[in-house]
């Protein structure tokens, strides 16, 4: 039976971790399917949107720890290194989709889990949601990109506390401090919605607003004012533009 399930209306993706009794965590079979999933997402032509979500409990409990470093003492550290980037890579992928993903985090996301939620470019937060960085409370160091995730959404200071103190935030917390978006009583029927929404502009102005996020993000302000220049031109020649105009006109 898959762990992760596809689903496709319209170009508007759902992947859906589908292992509840396992809380969805991670083992090399499920990043095999999830990173196979996100690869049919990259290279479907009418993707419009995607959003990822958990089935159960728990949106994602992280890795499987007993899998993953259970014979960790009788491997160089080399091997093992190069085993993590390939769990890494699974939920990563979706950080190189050009389209929108948005989580819909229901339950708990942990460790890796919390990876995945962040990995997405908006989070929406259900009423038991949490975001865990438990990392050190088990003795292991951060990874999967979740120092650079959380200094990125919380600032250094918040994030330098949160991964010290193996911290946990709630939905409410995750929302006021900048890890959420916003609190739904549903999340996954709020990130249809937002789906929904977003998948009505135009391809090319979805990705490239993206895109500009991206490259805003990064603290370049003029490769962010002439990517915005290019690609406003470029929007500019599109039909609903020209009927906003027409309508001046009038």
């Known amino acids: 039976m898959s762990r992760v399930v596809l689903s496709d209306s ?20 499920t990043c095999r399917e999830l ?6 997402v990259a290279s479907a032509e009418d993707a419009r949107t995607l959003v990822v979500a958990g089935e159960g409990k728990a949106f994602c409990a992280g890795a ?5 470093f259970g014979d960790a003492s009788e491997r160089a550290v080399g091997e093992l290194r ?5 769990v890494y890579d699974s939920f990563l992928r979706l950080r190189r989709l050009d389209i929108p ?12 889990g919390l990876n995945l939620a962040m990995a997405c470019d908006v989070r929406i937060a259900g009423p038991h949601a949490s975001f865990a960085a438990t990392f050190s409370r088990i003795g292991l160091h951060p990874g999967g990109g979740c120092t650079w995730f959380l200094v990125d959404a919380l600032g250094r200071q918040r994030a330098m506390a949160l991964l010290l103190d193996g911290g946990t935030l709630d939905g409410e917390a995750a929302v006021a401090q900048g890890l959420a978006l916003e609190l739904a009583e549903d999340p996954l029927a709020r990130a249809q919605e937002m789906a929904d929404r977003w998948a009505g502009h135009d391809p090319a102005l979805a990705r490239d607003i993206k895109a500009a996020v991206g490259l805003a993000a990064g603290g370049d302000f003029d490769a962010t004012l002439e990517f915005e220049a290019w690609a406003q031109a470029s929007s500019a020649t599109g039909p609903k533009i020209r009927e906003v105009v027409e309508r001046f006109r009038k």
Not at 10 to 29: S, Y
Not at 101 to 112: K, L
């Open 82 to 86: 190069r085993h993590l980037h390939s």
């Open 64 to 68: 499987d720890l007993p899998a993953l």
């Open 35 to 40: 990173g196979e999933a996100i690869d049919t």
């Open 101 to 112: 993903t948005i989580a819909a985090v229901q339950g708990a996301a942990v460790g890796a």
């Open 10 to 29: 319209d170009g508007r993706w759902t992947l859906t971790l589908t292992d509840p009794d396992r809380r969805n965590c991670l083992d090399d079979v």
